[in-house]
């Protein structure tokens, strides 16, 4: 990462560098914002210092977050990618650091004449339907369960996730590796 010095002449490149990839012109931009052509050759160059007038308008042209702009460093946790990934035909956002309870939101779509597989794998899952109807398969027992309602299980039972109908269902996923359980508390009326 650049001290904190470096960072304002890493903000020229950066700033040129958008308006190039969103195919503009100084002009262009220079009417988008309001900011003089000659002010945004010299920012783009390095000969003038970004200043919080000159970005926020800049930011909001390019659609981006001001930090984005002058480099600010990311906080988080960057092994967490907020990008889906899909695996057997599961889509996963991961919403969680990896390492002990793990969160992500799955969507899984309907896949007419697909034969439930069953499987089993360490840990202890809570499942919270989001969206659609879920068809829980697990051992002997098949379970149905609609938007805002919830499952938890050891993953050590054979089980198996899919649509109960012919459209995709979203699901909060909760599972913890060691067998860690989601302790739910309901507050009575």
Do not use: C
Not at 18 to 36: P, V
Not at 114 to 138: A, C, I, K, N, S
């Amino acid at each position: 990462m650049p001290k904190l010095e470096q960072r304002p002449g890493a903000v020229g490149p950066r700033l040129r560098e958008l308006r190039r990839g969103r195919g503009m012109t100084l002009a262009e931009l220079s009417a988008e914002t309001g900011i003089n052509e000659s002010t945004l050759s010299r920012l783009e160059g390095g000969a003038r210092k970004p200043t919080l007038e000159l970005l926020l308008p800049l930011a909001e042209v390019y659609a981006v977050p001001l930090d984005e702009l002058v480099g600010a460093p990311r906080t988080g946790d960057p092994r967490i990618r907020l990008k889906p990934v899909t695996r057997g035909g599961l889509t996963y956002v991961p919403l969680s650091r990896p390492g002990g309870v793990q969160a992500h939101k799955v969507l899984i779509p309907a896949r007419p004449g697909t034969e439930p597989q069953l499987q089993t794998h360490g840990g202890f899952e809570w499942v919270y339907v989001l969206g659609g109807r879920l068809r829980l398969l697990l051992g002997e027992r098949s379970l149905v369960l609609k938007a805002g309602e919830a499952a938890e299980f050891d993953a050590h039972v054979p089980h198996w996730l899919g649509p109960d109908d012919e459209r995709t269902v979203e699901l909060l996923v909760l599972f913890g590796p060691q067998g860690e359980r989601a302790h739910l508390r309901a507050r009575t009326a």
